[in-house]
Structure formats: C-alpha cells, structure tokens
C-alpha cells in the first residue's frame, strides 16, 4: 500500500523536526548548574568502557521537542546529582531507528543506505524519548544479527505516543458552550444528527495557495485509493478507470483539486469540516475510511509544504492531523478525536475504521552502561513522565523562549518531591552487582564502607545481602570446585570436567596436569591415572585419556564397552613404543596423535598382524625393514621374511624371479661335478713313490686351498655386519661350504627349506654313490675296469676335500637362535622354528650326516692311520695306499 501510515509519517516528521533554539548544545543556566548543591564540574566522574578508556555519557539527543526537554531533565540530574561528566552527540538523528544503530556502534548509523555496522564501537549511552518500538520488524531482524550487542530499553517515558486526528480547542469550547456537544468524539461529528461544520472554518475561505493540488499528493495513490473504495463502496469518491487491457486504476475524487470531499457533505461545500494533514498526505487511508464509516463531513487537504502545515490550522479552525507528545500545536490545546478502541484484526486487513494502537515511548541505552553505570540505569527506569508535564516544559520552552536546560531546570525546581524518588540509593545494589568502595577500589561486605555498586567481576557472583539498611548484594569469590567466566553472575559454575578448585577464589578452575583426569564436575582435586599411564595434554576429561608411558604400549580393545583404562605393557626388543602408544596405531601405521606418537617395528624385526607385539629377530635389515606389522623387504615372505616367494630366488637385495638359465644352469652344474669326480679317479691317482711328484704336489696344493677357502666361507656365515666389499668376497665364497641358496639354488630344489637341506646332505652320499656306479660299470669292459685302490683312493680324496663342507652342513640343523618373544629360530633358514616337524626332519638329516659322515669319516681315517704300519707289515699295501690318499 503506497500511502503513509502513522509510524512512518513520524519518520519522514523525525527528519524535518524543528530544531530552533531548543535544539543548541549549550546549557542555557545563568550560573552553569540547575541546582545550588549541584557536584562540582571537577569532582564529575567518566565511565570506563570494557576497553578500559575513560569516556563521559554521551547523549544522542534527538530533534523533536519532547525528547529536548525530558533529555535535558535525565542530563541534569546525571550530571548534577549522580555526578557524571555528560557530553552531547552534535549529530541529530532523523529517526528513532538511527539511534538503534548508533547504540549498536555502527560507523554510519545516520545514513540510511549503509550503516556501516561492520566496524562497530558504541560511542553514545543513551537517547531519551524514543520510539524505536514503531520499527519492530527491523529491531528485530537486527536482534538476530547483533543478539549479544543490541541495545536495551531503560525504561518506558510514562506517555505513549499518539497519531490521528486533532481538533482545536476553540471548535471544541464552542461546541460545548453552545450545545454542549462533546465535538472530539467521531459520533459526534454524525452529519445525520449533528452540524458540526458550523464550528469550523467554512471549507471555500480556505486559501488553496497554501494546499497542494491532489494530482500532487496522495490522494492519486492508486492503492489508497483502491482500499478505500473496498471498504466504503463510496464510488463517488473514487474516481476508476479501465485500461485496454481490463486492468482498472483508482485515484480519489477531488471536484476542486484540492480537496477531497467525504460523502457526508460531497453535495454542500459548505457543510464540510476542513481536515489538513502533511507531508504529501499522512494518513489518507485511515483519514478516508473513517469519515465513510462514521458519516463525518470532512473535507480533506494537504498542506503544500511543512511550513504551511504547521501554519494552516492556526490560520484556520480546522481539524489536523498530529501525534502527542509535540509543540508545533501546543498552545492551541488541541483535543485528539476519539474513535473506536484500536482493533489489531481490522488493521491487519486493512479496515482503518478504529483508533491507531499508541506507540511506545521509551529510553533506550547501549548494553554495556548497566555494568559502567548501573546507577543511571536504576535513574532511567525509575524517571516517569507525564503528558501535562512533558507539555508544561514544552510550552515554556516555546511561549517563553527558553533553552531546553532552563525548561528542564524550572520543571525540576517546581517538582522535587517527584523526582527525588528517582534518584538511586548508591549502595542499593541490583543481582549482578555488589557494594563497592571507590576510596579503596575494591568490593566489600559492608554498606558502611561501601560508595556504590558495580558488577561483579570474572571470578565473582552477587549474592543476595540484608542488613538494617534493607536488601542489597555483594560480591563474593567463587567457591573451591566452581568458577564465573563472566561479569554480572548471579551463581558460579560447576568446574567443567577436566578441571579442578581446591580453594575458593577468583581464578578459574585448572586443568589437570599431566597425568592426571577429572570426569566429574565441581571437582576440587584432579584423579590420578592408572600407574604406568599418562596424558598427553592437560585437562584430560575421562581415564580413557590416560595412555602409557614412553618405552610401553596399551594392548586393551579400544573399542571395547568394558574398557575402562589402558593395559600397558612394556614394550620388547624390537619395538618402538613412545608415549600413547596402542596396538591399533601399530598396525595402523599411524596415531590419531601425529607421527611422535606412533609404535613402530624396529629396522631388523618382524611382527604378525595376528600378534603385532610378539617379535621376530631377522637376519638383516633389508630383509626386515621395520615399520608395520608383517612388513618384509625385498619381497621376501613367512616368519620372519625368512624365504622368497616360489620361483624367485634371494639376489643381493631382492627376491630376483627365476629363469630358464638359472635351472638349466644348475643341472649343468650337477653333470660337470659328477663329469668331474670321474676325472678325479683317473689325474689325482698316480703310482706311489719315495719322492713327489709334480701331480701329486699339484694335488696337495690345490686341496689345501679348497680347504682354505672352505674355512673362509664358513667365516662369512658369522651373523656379523661385514663391510660392504667383504660382505661380496664372502658371499662368493660360500659356494665352497655349500651355502649356495644366493646362487638361485631355489630355483631348482623348490622354495621348501627343508628340502633343500636334505638335498644338500644327500649330496654327499650320491656322490660316492656316483663312484662305486661309476666302478662297476666299467668291470663290463675289463679294458676300462676300474682299480679297486683308486677307487677308494678318490672317494677318500672326496670325503677329506668335502669334509669341512659336511662339517658345517651337518650342524645348520643345530644352531638356533632366540627370538624376543621366545622361540627360536634356526639361523639358516630362519622360517624354520626349532623343535618343529621341519626343524626335526632336518635335525635327522644333518645328525646322520655328522655321525656317518663326519665322525665316521674322521674315525675310519683315523683307525687307518693307526694301522697303517701293521699292513705295510702284512704287505697289505692296497690299505697302506688307501690309508695314504685319506690322509
């Protein structure tokens, strides 16, 4: 609806409001004070704002005269009698609802289109007669926004604030005098039963210069118009027309121009009651329905400017619209038309026919002047004004042309007995607050000593406090187990879990230290953790916090219902366990606390997911990186990364996947060794004589140093960390006591360690089993028959060449070693476990090898040595050859 209503009439009013004298910023009083006993300017105190600066209480003080003079009173008697240091906002604001945001901080609060309410810091404390209520949808979409910050209502002034039509006192007494018509009330101004217009100027001596032309006001708006003709029907008074689209536009029916006629008097100009309103037509609408309802003879025009509205109804006895509390019409003592008690539903529908609801007049004030000043708030809710009172101050103001100050100043002189109940006793404290001693600024127990009030501290809640004197608060610390984070508490809190207050203070409750848990409120003392555990930060909340200590680790279910506390146990070799360490962050790899807090298998061990905390000792430490649980190196696989995966073999780093070569090349390797025992029997077995020869000399020779380099391999096998470029030297050398599983001998015999090993151990017997073959197979040519001597002779040859190789080979199955989680391992082939079915079969296999292969051999060589001399003097020189190529 494009018409004003009444509470956005006094907006665009509050604009133009008149300033003149009353609006000056100097006090005004002959002698500076109002009273004679007035504080001293020197002795004035400033507030201290939250950002400890020292400011005065700023005014904003707005333009209309009833916010001049009852402002000017709240000033005195802050200044005066409470003794602040006040200072005035030289803005003025145009409305009521620019004192919301001024009380808010906003940096631009006066300019409609951006209030620049990014940046806020409150620099005014209060404005006085506001009628910021008549903007509640806007009050309360800020609220939401700036809910902590909004600023608060100090008070109703003690008159609401009226809008509607007026009629001069002089229409009035002559009504009353000369008929005794009571003349303000609508069913009196009835042209049916009553003549009302023979009181009032006659509408055609109205000079329309001081008129705006309809066509310029609102009375052409279209949908005040459209309104008024649905609720009345009046369709003489509302001219319609259609376009060529159907769609109809309605405008108000004005015969001359410049005014609108109800259709009480429409047919007789001169039975109309003139009814002047401003501002481009306030309240037409509600001006229009109201005379079609109560048949009332109005004849209604718009003063052409401001000026002509404040002159026009003075000039002339007319009817007008205005809104109390104002001066622009005091002093004609004008009587507000009495019509039905408002009725919120009719208005809501746009039915204007009952009286405008009265707006509410109040103090506004920032948020934060109840904990600087509480006593000018106490000020502010107690001061009540009247009508008549507001009215007689205004009037001063204007027929004696006065300041605002002396207006206030002779109504508070005339008037002690009214306002002195205002003023707030100093120690009478409100709940937030306690007794407060500014000589020695701090709080106190006792109204004696104390000067004021002022809203407890942090650390402090006000307690309820009754004396001879009468009720009060005070400020008191929070006791032991409870804390108040805030300023103004009524109550302290329970200390939050997590923390604890052993003694009552004001400090805040302290977070448990390390250590240390508290899963209970209002604690005096913080609970202890299990021992072995800890926390990792301060003010731990339950014992599930509690973790353990460096060098353990926690291996309870963490997701367990039942869990209660962490099961700490140290941590074994192999494992790296800094604080809080748990078993899922182990097999996880990582810890909900960061990297410093995560378990790790050490470089050179091995763990299973199954067991993560029972550890492996590895060989190396390529093949056993560390890391997480049933991680292995080089592709390696089992426990602990003992053997590579089925056709691959150990390189020198990896598990290097087998080719064609590597099994072809070991078969080769397996012909050209038996080949080459056969070759043995026929260059290692010359004829026995007193004096080497070169052949047998060259023999010797060579089987000391396949003895040598049999005895360097098996110093290679020590589990020690050679240097690099011996590490090389001794690998290749292992190929002469037989470790030849580097040399892709996998690829062959099978992952299988145990097979494997009985290959190794069979070895030796198929190979003298290859000779005695070798043996009877050339009997079938008597030609190529092979000596019985040399036979033996080159298997003896065999056996003493092999027999540091069948030494070390025969005792693998016999050397374990320990694990940190207490089994054991054979040292070779690490997969294997000492005392299992495979370490069995293998102990089996390397005992036979040690007892008839070894120790045989060394006994058989060592009994033919011992009987030697008795079968050279037998003659038997077949045992003494024999006995010589063993030895």
Not at 608 to 636: A, H, Y
Request: hydrophobic letters at 40%; glycine letters at 8%; aromatic letters at 10%.
């Amino acid at each position: 609806m494009n018409t004003f209503s009444p509470r956005v009439g006094l907006t665009v009013l509050f604009a133009f409001a008149f300033l003149g004298p009353s609006a000056g910023q100097e006090n005004g009083l002959p002698n500076g004070t109002c009273f004679e006993d007035a504080i001293k300017e020197e002795l004035r105190k400033n507030l201290t704002n939250m950002e400890g600066e020292s400011v005065p209480v700023t005014f904003l003080l707005a333009g209309w005269s009833s916010a001049q003079v009852t402002s000017s009173v709240i000033e005195i008697l802050i200044s005066e009698i409470l003794g602040y240091v006040i200072a005035l906002e030289p803005r003025v604001p145009a409305s009521s609802l620019d004192s919301v945001y001024s009380m808010l901080g906003c940096a631009t609060w006066w300019n409609s289109t951006s209030r620049g309410c990014e940046t806020r810091k409150a620099k005014h404390h209060m404005m006085i007669d506001s009628w910021y209520r008549s903007f509640s949808h806007v009050i309360n979409s800020l609220a939401e926004i700036y809910m902590e910050e909004m600023p608060i209502n100090a008070g109703d002034m003690g008159y609401p604030g009226e809008t509607g039509g007026y009629l001069p006192a002089a229409a009035v007494n002559e009504a009353r005098n000369a008929s005794g018509l009571a003349l303000e009330y609508y069913a009196n101004l009835d042209a049916s039963w009553f003549t009302p217009w023979q009181y009032f100027t006659n509408v055609a001596t109205v000079n329309t210069s001081d008129l705006m032309t309809c066509s310029d006001s609102l009375l052409t708006d279209n949908s005040s118009a459209y309104h008024y003709f649905a609720k009345s029907g009046d369709a003489g008074g509302v001219d319609i027309t259609t376009d060529g689209e159907g769609v109809k536009t309605y405008k108000y029916v004005c015969q001359d121009g410049y005014f609108w006629l109800s259709s009480a008097c429409r047919s007789d100009l001169t039975k109309c009651v003139p009814f002047i309103t401003g501002g481009g037509g306030w309240d037409v609408l509600t001006t229009t329905q109201q005379a079609a309802a109560y048949n009332m003879p109005l004849a209604l025009g718009v003063a052409a400017t401001w000026s002509k509205f404040l002159e026009v109804p003075k000039k002339y006895k007319t009817m007008f619209y205005w809104w109390t509390p104002d001066s622009a019409f005091l002093e004609m003592q004008p009587s507000k038309l009495v019509l039905p008690p408002f009725n919120a539903y009719a208005w809501s529908q746009s039915d204007y026919t009952t009286a405008a609801s009265a707006i509410p007049v109040a103090k506004i004030a920032t948020k934060d002047l109840q904990a600087m000043a509480p006593d000018i708030i106490k000020l502010l809710e107690a001061s009540l004004f009247d009508l008549e009172a507001v009215d007689s101050m205004m009037l001063n103001m204007k027929s004696n042309s006065v300041t605002r100050e002396q207006a206030a100043c002779d109504w508070l002189k005339g008037n002690t007995d009214r306002w002195k109940s205002w003023i707030p006793k100093a120690t009478k404290c409100n709940p937030g607050f306690g007794l407060y001693d500014d000589a020695t600024d701090t709080f106190t127990a006792e109204r004696a000593t104390a000067t004021t009030c002022r809203a407890c501290l942090p650390g402090m809640f006000s307690k309820a406090f009754m004396d001879d004197d009468g009720s009060t608060y005070i400020c008191e610390a929070c006791p032991a187990g409870q804390q108040q984070l805030g300023a103004g508490a009524m109550d302290c809190d329970a200390c939050p879990a997590g923390t604890a207050k052993a003694d009552q203070s004001t400090e805040e409750c302290a977070p448990c230290a390390a250590g240390e848990y508290q899963d209970e409120k209002g604690a005096l003392q913080c609970k202890m953790c299990p021992p072995g555990t800890t926390t990792m930060i301060l003010g731990m909340k339950s014992i599930s916090g509690c973790g353990c200590q460096a060098g353990s680790i926690d291996v309870s279910d963490l997701n367990s219902p039942d869990r209660l506390a962490a099961n700490c146990i140290d941590c074994s070799e192999g494992l790296t366990c800094p604080m809080m360490s748990t078993v899922p962050a182990l097999l996880a790899g990582s810890s909900p606390n960061g990297a410093a807090f995560t378990p790790v298998v050490k470089s050179g061990y091995f763990s299973l997911e199954s067991e993560p905390i029972g550890m492996f000792k590895c060989q190396s430490t390529v093949q056993c990186p560390g890391g997480e649980p049933n991680t292995c190196g080089g592709g390696r696989k089992g426990v602990p990364c003992g053997e590579c995966p089925p056709n691959t073999y150990w390189g020198s780093s990896k598990c290097t996947e087998c080719s064609a070569w590597s099994v072809i090349g070991w078969i080769l390797s397996l012909i050209l060794v038996f080949v080459g025992l056969v070759l043995v029997y026929y260059f290692m077995n010359a004829p026995m004589t007193a004096k080497a020869s070169t052949l047998v000399s060259t023999t010797c020779a060579i089987g000391m140093m396949i003895n040598m380099l049999q005895s360097l391999g098996i110093v290679g096998t020590v589990t020690v960390e050679w240097p690099v470029n011996i590490n090389g030297i001794f690998k290749w050398l292992q190929v002469f006591t037989f470790d030849i599983d580097g040399f892709a001998f996998s690829c062959l015999a099978g992952e299988n360690p145990v097979t494997r090993y009985i290959g190794l151990v069979l070895f030796f017997p198929a190979c003298l089993l290859w000779l005695q073959f070798c043996g009877l197979i050339s009997k079938v040519n008597p030609k190529w028959a092979w000596d019985k001597i040399k036979l033996r002779s080159t298997m003896g040859q065999f056996l003493q060449v092999a027999f540091s190789t069948m030494s070390s080979t025969a005792l693998v199955p016999m050397i374990c070693y320990k694990h940190p989680n207490g089994q054991r391992s054979n040292l070779k082939y690490p997969n294997v476990f000492c005392g299992s079915d495979e370490h069995t079969a293998m102990v089996i296999a390397g005992s036979l090898m040690l007892v008839l292969g070894v120790c045989g051999f060394w006994a058989f060589a060592a009994w033919l040595a011992y009987m030697c001399p008795k079968f050279s003097a037998r003659g038997r020189y077949d045992l003494v050859q024999s006995a010589w190529s063993m030895d």
